[in-house]
């Protein structure tokens, strides 16, 4: 196994910003290519993608990363977040938990042969509207009949220490923009005005009186959340003539986007609102339940570290959701304490036994019993 560290380094001095790739694909392509991948670059729209496979028949074992980066931030870093310092045994650089280490990380634990085959799917777009990454690879690779038998993400799933947390899957995640159209008119003449204000809030009022859910052995109950209700009135003796309210549901694998839409528009349509929804359909919900290849990475996880992990299906979103129609996914990654933060930083520690910590879970997985299996 190799150090980790080099290719780490690497890639936080590439300042791929979403969209932006600075080089970093290449980077990870010319790694992989001397370790005998063989590297496929696919660029759809602006976003460069990257799928790199070795080895023939099964299993088939897939790693996926994104080696886009946030934006660092307006202050609060104590050095450049794009120097990769090393300092009191912490590598500092955006993208250093989120997650070009764990790129590094997997890269170096990659054995010079083993039986099956290998693959790395590598984006520039998670970060981002995630249009072009993942979910065309995917495309492409189902064009194709490139189908994994298996996927691990190498997002920060740890909480506190490495390997505490396996993510097994992610809530769903619908965004609407409601604008509800009344008639304008004086606040002293009511009856010659129809207040969208009024309809709107009693709409909202009877979506959040009832429970969407209690939630399933695997999720929380599903949360609506409000975020926004505007109507731009400066007056204080108008009723306006029309208000927007702007909402997110991230919901569990009860529920499918398409029935949450037409849930909300019923409740708008009993207040009598006049509305026209706009739907953002951002992640589904999936859970790859307990088989052969998570309880595969709960072994390589007690083997490598001592560490019971613990499933868990919380957070945001990821790339996870574009590969679970495929193939059963898991995430596993380092602790995710200062992702995202100003002064990001992975211990030198840590990101080395990440990669012993992969190293053992492809030793499970391609070597031991794990066949396919359902989500």
């Not at 691990?152 to 909480?159: D, K």
């Not at 505490?164 to 008119?185: P, Y």
């Not at 409740?267 to 929804?277: F, L, Q, S, T």
Request: aromatic letters at 6%.
């Amino acid at each position: 196994m190799e150090d980790p560290l080099p290719l780490a380094r690497d890639l936080i001095r590439r300042r791929s910003v979403t969209p932006a790739d600075d080089g970093a694909i290449g980077l990870v392509a010319g790694w992989l290519e001397r370790r005998g991948f063989r590297c496929t670059p696919l660029r759809f729209g602006e976003i460069e993608n990257l799928w790199a496979t070795r080895g023939e028949g099964g299993p088939h074992f897939c790693f996926a990363g994104h080696t886009d980066v946030v934006p660092p931030g307006d202050g609060g870093w104590s050095c450049d977040p794009f120097a990769a310092v090393e300092r009191d045994g912490l590598l500092f650089g955006r993208g250093a938990v989120d997650m070009k280490g764990a790129i590094a990380a997997f890269v170096a634990a990659l054995p010079e042969r083993s039986p099956g085959r290998i693959s790395l799917l590598i984006t520039g777009d998670e970060e981002g509207p995630a249009r072009d990454g993942t979910a065309r690879v995917v495309d492409w690779l189902r064009a194709r009949d490139e189908v994994p038998d298996m996927a691990l993400v190498g997002e920060p799933t740890s909480v506190a220490v490495l390997g505490d947390t396996i993510k097994i899957g992610r809530r769903g995640s619908l965004n609407a923009v409601l604008r509800v159209e009344g008639v304008q008119g004086h606040v002293a003449y009511p009856d010659r005005a129809d207040n969208p204000v009024h309809r709107l809030i009693a709409g909202l009022a009877s979506l959040l009186a009832q429970p969407l859910d209690a939630g399933t052995a695997w999720f929380p109950p599903s949360s609506l959340q409000v975020t926004s209700i505007d109507v731009g009135n400066a007056a204080t003796n108008v009723i306006p003539a029309r208000a927007t309210a702007r909402l997110n549901i991230r919901f569990n694998d009860l529920h499918d986007a398409a029935s949450l839409e037409a849930r909300i528009l019923r409740a708008m349509d009993a207040a009598g609102a006049r509305c026209v929804a706009e739907f953002d359909r951002s992640a589904d919900a999936f859970v790859t339940r307990p088989g052969p290849f998570v309880e595969a990475l709960r072994r390589a996880v007690r083997r490598s570290t001592g560490v019971e992990p613990r499933l868990d299906t919380g957070g945001g979103t990821s790339d996870a959701r574009f590969l679970a129609p495929l193939c059963p996914v898991a995430e596993l990654g380092p602790v995710g304490t200062t992702m995202h933060k100003a002064d990001e930083c992975v211990p030198v520690a840590e990101l080395r036994a990440l990669s012993a910590l992969y190293a053992s879970v492809m030793a499970e997985c391609l070597h031991g019993s794990v066949a396919p299996a359902g989500t």
